[in-house]
Nanobody, 122 residues
Framework: QVQLVESGGGLVQAGASLRLSCAASARTGNTNGMSWFRQAPGKEREFVAGIMRDDNSTYYGDSVKGRFTISRDNAKNTVYLQMNSLKPEDTAVYYC???????????????WGQGTQVTVSS
């Protein structure tokens, strides 16, 4: 069983930056792929970014390309999401997810964190 704990959310103004962290309780094949999703009220959960442990390959959703950067520290079993140039439409609960690979569909992940709120005011 893998537990994921997110931190770093908050309330910021448009144009600001935030960094989210997600710490995994174990380093196993179940955390080869680690990703961030977000969900705004009344909307489906959306893929934000993902990263693989073996080669650090990264994947991004179209809405965040060029503004967000995902990275990981394998020694700490932790993945980060650096969010720059934040916009009001980035407001959502951000979730960390983990599984064998990076998948764009949230349905394919077995392990989830509890979520952290990010609110961007205009």
């Amino acid at each position: 069983q893998v537990q994921l704990v997110e931190s770093g959310g908050g309330l910021v103004q448009a144009g600001a930056s935030l960094r989210l962290s997600c710490a995994a309780s174990a380093r196993t094949g179940n955390t080869n792929g680690m990703s961030w999703f977000r969900q705004a009220p009344g909307k489906e959960r959306e893929f934000v970014a993902g990263i693989m442990r073996d080669d650090n390959s990264t994947y991004y959703g179209d809405s965040v390309k060029g503004r967000f950067t995902i990275s990981r520290d394998n020694a700490k079993n932790t993945v980060y999401l650096q969010m720059n140039s934040l916009k009001p439409e980035d407001t959502a609960v951000y979730y960390c997810a983990a599984d064998f690979d990076v998948y764009y569909s949230s349905r394919l992940y077995r392990y989830w964190g509890q979520g952290t709120q990010v609110t961007v005011s205009s």
